[in-house]
């Protein structure tokens, strides 16, 4: 069977999403999602919703933790760059947001149609598995506008690389 084109420009312009909390279970998503875009084309993004800086007695006070906050999440987000390049050779899309996790994900989910895919790790102990895949396959299952990939959080390297 011979691809079309068009089907080989949706391949490649397909993005898979990882949020990037600060989870154990983070490095199996981001992880995943790599080997993925490496093994079947598309682009890696990388989602890091910083909380906003709250009641602050100052203004300039509150400007400066939301700077700080933001460059964290950048210094973050470039050193997990580096780990998505070497494994997909592309460079992945940055995005860093303020406010709630699940409420920056839907919105940016709404606001982006590149965006075709969300990768999530199951959090690895026994109290479930995690505040966000629990709202996006609950009360938030509606609002959730791409498929949903839910990697158990304790797949070893050996495992991701036999089930991608």
């Known amino acids: 069977m011979v691809e079309t084109e068009e089907a080989a420009q949706a391949r490649r312009d397909r993005v898979f999403l ?10 199996v998503a ?10 079947s ?7 890091r919703v910083i909380e906003p800086a709250g009641q602050v007695e100052w203004a300039g006070v509150g400007a400066m933790l939301s700077e700080e906050r933001r460059e964290e999440a950048e210094r973050l987000l470039s050193g997990l760059a580096a780990e998505v390049n070497e494994i997909t050779g592309g460079v992945p899309m940055l995005l860093i947001r ?5 409420d920056e994900l839907l919105a940016l989910l709404e606001e982006d149609p590149r965006i075709s895919i969300l990768v999530l790790a199951s959090a690895t102990g026994g ?11 609950g009360r938030y299952a509606s ?4 498929p949903m990939t839910i990697v158990p959080g304790a797949m070893s390297d050996a495992e991701l690389q036999r089930v991608t």
Do not use: F, H, M, N
């Open 143 to 146: 609002k959730l506008l791409v």
């Open 30 to 39: 981001l992880r995943y999602a790599a080997l993925r875009v490496r093994k």
């Open 41 to 47: 084309g598309g682009r890696v993004a990388l989602l």
């Open 127 to 137: 109290a479930g598995p995690g505040p966000l895949i629990q709202a996006l396959t």
């Open 98 to 102: 303020e406010g709630d996790a699940r």
């Open 18 to 27: 990882v949020v990037v909390d600060d989870s154990a279970e983070r490095s």
